[in-house]
């Protein structure tokens, strides 16, 4: 959750029309790799607008 605050900023400062893919569960719920990784947000589509869902 520490690279949360970033990704906003991020999303924020992009230009419109803004677009936001999230590629694999794992990219919405952390999977396996949410305890300690930094580059996981769990709950990433509660931070910013995803507009496509991709599934694995």
Do not use: C, H, N, W
């Not at 900023?9 to 396996?32: C, F, N």
């Not at 990784?37 to 769990?42: A, C, E, I, Y």
Request: charged fraction near 20%.
């Amino acid at each position: 959750m520490k690279m949360a605050p970033a990704l906003v900023s991020l999303y924020e400062q992009m230009p419109e029309p803004k677009y936001a893919i999230a590629m694999g569960a794992g990219t919405i719920t952390g999977g396996m790799f949410s305890v300690d990784s930094p580059t996981t947000v769990r709950g990433v589509d509660k931070l910013i607008r995803i507009d496509v869902y991709i599934s694995s």
